[in-house]
């Protein structure tokens, strides 16, 4: 018998909202301890412990694979090396806090910001925080004045694991996560205080450091505006955006169904949300999802997905599917568990060849794991298979999500369809290249 995940989803929110409710009824630092940042994406830390508030069942091995993985990320934090140009702008009305994604970032000593797709160059109003964790990155010499840049430095393997090793015979809890936060908050108040800045602006995923930094703006310059713009798209169990002690004044949605669950679900009022076109998703792109077998960033049970998978295609009819390739995500090129997942994949592909033709033209994604790029596709026009390993966290369901129709072919295998076009993402005909001007927008 197939399962309705409608109601246990909703049920998941409502507990894990009582959750955070009552830690902060006790004063407990929900705005920075990993603990409450509940997130549906499978094999994580966060989703464990999500788990372990909803009386599901973890295993050892999964408890200790958690731990090990949050410890590693907590200890592995050093120090920060900062590149401040010599000269800065008397006084800046905004303050981004942004992340450097690749080499590219910087074209011609310019930085270009991904989240915002937008040059610091046309925002001299605007200063750029820039924080990189990725060593492969080469660090440009910064010409801009309104442009800081912050690498993290990380403790080399043996002494982040002996950290580990340390904390978990000692039985300690004790986190040093907040290391980086503290860090980079010294450097906001600085410039908050120095250059008389109105508001504070952050490409937002809710992560603990960034609720640590608007809790403690918050606090120390209550006058100071602070943004949280949702760059990407919603997973489809958003429990790590419910509203808490530490989330920004106003967040800024890309989507009418995004604001709407916020309202509903997650404790924004009405006032807090703001829905504005989105500055990563735009009309006359080129997609480049379009007949694609798709990996998310998590997944699990690649068994479960290599069978679920087979038997999707074993259904289809001869020649009925366009030639598909596989894409991992950008993030886990190097994961040797996508990988090994892709080449599996491709494996099943080629003994079902007969399935595919060059001929058929249909726009078709096939999605796998916990991944919101499904919207994209579908505000696209493209049809969508999705292969979850976990539906319950990864699937979406009708009742959160109303303006999509949802089809379950088999326990872990469903298809979308939009009721509703341009309600999941407000794509915009332009680019804006000024962020001052798109808030207001």
Same mark, same amino acid.
């Given at each position: 018998?197939?399962?309705?995940?409608?109601?246990?989803?909703?049920?998941?929110?409502?507990?894990?909202?009582?959750?955070?409710?009552?830690?902060?009824?006790?004063?407990?630092? *929900?705005?920075?301890?990993?603990?409450?940042?509940?997130?549906?994406?499978?094999?994580?830390?966060?989703?464990?412990?999500?788990?372990k508030i909803l009386n599901l069942?973890?295993?050892? $091995?999964?408890?200790?694979?958690?731990?090990?993985?949050?410890?590693?990320?907590?200890?592995?934090?050093?120090?920060?090396?900062?590149?401040?140009?010599?000269?800065?702008? #008397?006084?800046?009305?905004? $303050?981004?806090?942004?992340?450097?994604?690749?080499?590219?970032?910087?074209?011609?000593?310019?930085?270009?910001?991904?989240?915002?797709?937008?040059?610091?160059?046309?925002?001299?109003? *605007?200063?750029?925080?820039? +924080?990189?964790?990725?060593?492969?990155?080469?660090?440009?010499?910064?010409?801009?004045?309104?442009?800081?840049?912050?690498?993290?430095?990380?403790?080399?393997?043996?002494?982040?694991?002996?950290?580990?090793?340390?904390?978990?015979?000692?039985?300690?809890?004790?986190?040093?996560?907040?290391? +980086?936060?503290?860090?980079?908050?010294?450097?906001?108040? #600085?410039? /908050?205080?120095?250059?008389?800045?109105?508001?504070?602006? +952050?490409?937002?995923?809710?992560?603990?450091?960034?609720?640590?930094?608007?809790?403690?703006?918050?606090?120390?310059?209550?006058?100071?505006?602070?943004y949280g713009c949702l760059h990407?798209?919603?997973?489809?169990?958003?429990? /790590?955006? /419910?509203?808490?002690?530490?989330?920004?004044?106003?967040?800024?949605?890309?989507?009418?169904?995004?604001?709407?669950?916020?309202?509903?679900?997650?404790?924004? #009022?009405?006032?807090?949300?703001?829905?504005?076109?989105?500055?990563?998703?735009?009309?006359?792109?080129?997609?480049?999802?379009?007949?694609?077998? +798709?990996?998310?960033?998590?997944?699990?049970?690649?068994?479960?997905? $290599?069978?679920?998978?087979?038997?999707?295609?074993?259904?289809?009819?001869?020649?009925?599917?366009?030639?598909?390739?596989?894409?991992?995500?950008?993030?886990?090129?190097?994961?040797?568990?996508?990988?090994?997942?892709?080449?599996?994949?491709?494996?099943? $592909?080629?003994?079902?060849?007969?399935?595919?033709?060059?001929?058929?033209?249909k726009n078709i994604s096939i999605?796998?794991?916990?991944?919101?790029?499904?919207?994209?596709?579908?505000?696209?026009?493209?049809?969508?298979?999705?292969?979850?390993?976990?539906?319950?966290?990864?699937?979406?369901?009708?009742?959160?999500?109303?303006?999509?129709?949802?089809?379950?072919?088999?326990?872990?295998?469903?298809?979308?369809?939009?009721?509703?076009?341009?309600?999941?993402?407000?794509?915009?005909?332009?680019?804006? #290249?000024?962020? *001052?001007?798109?808030?207001?927008?």
């Amino acid at each position: 018998m197939i399962k309705n995940y409608n109601n246990k989803q909703i049920r998941i929110i409502k507990i894990s909202k009582d959750y955070i409710k009552k830690a902060e009824i006790f004063k407990a630092s *929900t705005h920075h301890e990993s603990k409450y940042f509940l997130s549906s994406w499978p094999g994580t830390s966060e989703n464990i412990q999500l788990r372990k508030i909803l009386n599901l069942k973890v295993s050892l $091995l999964d408890n200790l694979i958690a731990f090990t993985k949050t410890q590693f990320i907590d200890f592995r934090f050093s120090s920060l090396n900062k590149t401040i140009p010599q000269v800065l702008k #008397k006084r800046f009305k905004n $303050l981004v806090i942004t992340w450097l994604v690749s080499n590219e970032d910087f074209k011609k000593g310019k930085f270009y910001d991904r989240y915002f797709n937008m040059y610091a160059k046309d925002n001299l109003e *605007t200063l750029w925080i820039v +924080l990189c964790d990725n060593k492969l990155i080469q660090i440009p010499k910064v010409r801009e004045k309104n442009v800081i840049l912050i690498r993290e430095e990380f403790s080399n393997f043996f002494v982040t694991f002996a950290k580990i090793f340390y904390n978990f015979f000692k039985f300690s809890s004790k986190k040093n996560s907040n290391k +980086l936060a503290i860090s980079i908050l010294d450097e906001v108040f #600085k410039r /908050i205080t120095d250059h008389q800045v109105k508001n504070v602006i +952050l490409p937002y995923e809710a992560q603990p450091f960034q609720n640590y930094i608007f809790y403690n703006i918050h606090k120390y310059f209550p006058k100071i505006n602070t943004y949280g713009c949702l760059h990407g798209l919603m997973p489809a169990l958003p429990t /790590i955006y /419910i509203k808490r002690n530490g989330s920004p004044q106003k967040i800024i949605a890309n989507g009418k169904t995004q604001k709407e669950i916020l309202i509903k679900y997650l404790g924004w #009022k009405t006032e807090e949300v703001k829905v504005l076109p989105s500055t990563r998703f735009f009309k006359k792109d080129k997609t480049l999802i379009n007949q694609k077998i +798709l990996l998310s960033m998590h997944f699990s049970n690649s068994k479960l997905i $290599l069978s679920t998978l087979a038997n999707y295609l074993k259904s289809c009819k001869n020649f009925s599917l366009p030639v598909m390739k596989i894409r991992n995500h950008p993030a886990m090129k190097k994961s040797k568990k996508h990988n090994l997942l892709a080449k599996k994949i491709n494996f099943i $592909l080629q003994n079902n060849k007969q399935k595919f033709s060059e001929k058929v033209k249909k726009n078709i994604s096939i999605f796998i794991g916990d991944t919101a790029g499904i919207l994209e596709a579908l505000e696209r026009g493209l049809k969508v298979v999705h292969i979850c390993s976990e539906p319950l966290f990864e699937s979406f369901q009708k009742k959160i999500w109303k303006h999509l129709e949802v089809i379950r072919i088999d326990p872990n295998l469903f298809m979308y369809i939009l009721k509703r076009r341009s309600m999941h993402v407000f794509m915009s005909n332009k680019k804006y #290249k000024n962020l *001052t001007k798109w808030i207001k927008a």
